[in-house]
């Protein structure tokens, strides 16, 4: 009794699909969103075009899960790194200190290399179409925003934050900075940006009185 | 003895020149930086190709000067409201309230539609295109992130701010969040938003002990 799918052709797709994934960031990548065509996946990928389409509805939703599988495999292998993050963001009771070690893994990432490229240029696509934009936010985004918005909560009730303080707008005002300083490249993201933005944001920049 | 240049061929100058800015906003607006081409601002504007390229030397610096043309417009508009901002970031002696007065039009601009695509399609196109995005930051973006530096200077001046607080990241957490909000489209972009994003970075998220 044989399994309708053997081993070898479930391996076969595993390779084709990370395959497809592969061509699609690089492609985009090196050449933007509007010239990545199904096409020119399928042919980098070494795939008929009907490989592509048979487990995807189009370019954008190719692209996509290409980019959520690759933002998957980052938080992977941050996680097993030594003292890396596994789900969620850290909790070690030490807000500022869990802030800046989770603000400086993202700093690494937006100046990976690798990803650099493709989030540039699915960024710069959802700014102009907001369709593919909204869908951006609600897969990959949406989900990060809210593992902020768990950890301040905790840091609210744990009498760290303060307790008028909405989260969901607390995180922006640690996000938003890194985000402006990437995309517009105005100066160098770097760690001491990282734990600065922390303590300007925690500590707050007027003077009590 | 009549002037080598008549006064109506200056006017008919300056005519097609806002005609020229006006095709190019309009056309990046709605098919973006890549498909926008001099012959289709020419043909838009009504003009010859030769009159464009007798003026400016590629399709960017029409767009970045049709660009500045129209922040400097827009700049004039809200100087001329009352209580409008003339040159540089208001001083009134109480920072949050200039500040939250800033933010409220820059959210404004940021939210008015003849503005929008232009300006959503150039960041697009300055993201992934390096050297276009270094000039529009140089020419567009650091003169009124100078603002801002003064301005945040004049109130550690004054006691206002923190005395070891840098104004250039100072500025990025007031900014860089109404950036991402606007960019994103992650909520919307409102004054009451503007109001928090100051009242929270001037007077901290955390609990001070």
């Known amino acids: 009794m044989a399994p309708t799918k053997s081993p070898d052709s479930s ?78 963001l850290p909790d070690t009771g030490d807000l500022a200190a869990d802030l800046k070690l989770v603000l400086r893994a993202t700093v690494d990432e937006l100046n990976d290399p690798v990803l650099d490229g493709p989030t540039r240029a699915l960024t710069a696509e959802g700014i102009v179409d907001a369709k593919l934009g909204a869908e951006f936010i609600g897969k990959l985004l949406d989900p990060q925003l809210a593992l902020y918005v768990t950890r301040l909560r905790a840091a609210q009730e744990a009498g760290q934050l303060r307790a008028d303080a909405d989260p969901r707008i607390a995180l922006e005002l640690l996000i938003g900075p ?23 944001a925690l500590g707050g920049l007027g003077v009590s009185r």
Request: glycine letters at 8%.
């Open 11 to 88: 391996r076969r797709s595993d390779r084709s699909r990370r395959a497809i994934y592969d061509a699609a960031l690089a492609l985009v990548g090196e050449v933007g969103y509007p010239r990545t065509t199904v096409e020119g996946i399928a042919a980098r990928a070494g795939v008929g075009k009907q490989t592509i389409y048979r487990w995807w509805p189009s370019k954008a939703a190719v692209l996509m899960e290409a980019f959520l599988d690759l933002a998957d495999r980052a938080a992977e292998e941050a996680a097993a790194q030594p003292g890396g993050v596994a789900r969620g």
């Open 178 to 200: 890194l985000f402006h300083r990437w995309l517009l490249r105005t100066l160098p993201l770097t760690h001491a940006y990282a734990d600065e933005v922390v303590d300007y």
